[in-house]
């Protein structure tokens, strides 16, 4: 705020303010609970906006932005056993979990979470943008009842797993559509040399479909 005053007294503009570290943790975790609350408070005092606040998570290794099946999940999980010299076997695993139906803004992704539409057209740039995109979402009547969550783990003490990949979904997935997620995973594990040597599931009848389907896959054998 200081800065802010310091500026205004020699009629400068606001760009290039340097924020400490704790002020930004403020400014995210308020963003988290209320956008709206952030953009009050940037109105009426100071503060990063939602764009600034979305980069800068975004910066960070240890964030997952992209909640797709991508190829740079899964790159990150290698890199991670690479720091740490490891290269033995794989466990991969997926559960399609109920959720509550809700949709809310997260700064992580820069998007509205909770539905079935990509993240792409879920953006937010503005905060004029999130009563929009909610609307656009509940009269497609698209607002997701499970989330399809894909996991990687060490299968040793002391390894946590790590989530690579939250597919929203109103279980209404088809055979198909998870086998050509789960042969995507293969086809990743494959070309950065991870050993993936199970797949583990929720028990649903699609999913034990789908093994049957792929157990013919290269990277897995006969």
């Not at 539409?117 to 995109?133: G, H, K, Q």
């Amino acid at each position: 705020m200081t800065q802010v005053a310091s500026k205004k007294e020699k009629n400068k503009g606001k760009q290039n303010l340097k924020y400490s570290e704790e002020f930004k943790n403020f400014l995210i975790v308020l963003g988290t609970f209320s956008p709206r609350a952030l953009n009050l408070f940037r109105q009426n005092l100071e503060g990063l906006t939602i764009q600034n606040i979305r980069r800068l998570r975004s910066n960070s290794e240890d964030i997952l932005t992209d909640p797709t099946l991508c190829f740079e999940n899964v790159a990150h999980f290698k890199r991670f056993l690479d720091s740490i010299g490891y290269d033995g076997p794989i466990a991969a695993m997926s559960d399609n979990t109920k959720l509550k139906p809700r949709l809310r803004y997260s700064l992580q992704m820069g998007c509205i979470i909770g539905s079935t539409f990509s993240v792409n057209e879920t953006s937010i740039e503005t905060y004029n943008d999130i009563p929009l995109v909610i609307n656009k979402i509940k009269e497609n009547n698209s607002i997701a009842k499970y989330v399809r969550v894909y996991i990687l783990q060490v299968p040793l003490p002391k390894f946590p797993p790590v989530i690579i990949a939250l597919l929203p979904n109103n279980r209404s997935d088809k055979t198909e559509s998870i086998v050509n997620i789960h042969k995507l995973l293969l086809d990743f594990a494959q070309e950065l040399g991870l050993h993936i040597i199970s797949i583990g599931s929720d028990g649903a009848t699609g999913q034990n479909q789908c093994y049957r389907v792929y157990i013919g896959h290269p990277y897995i054998g006969d």
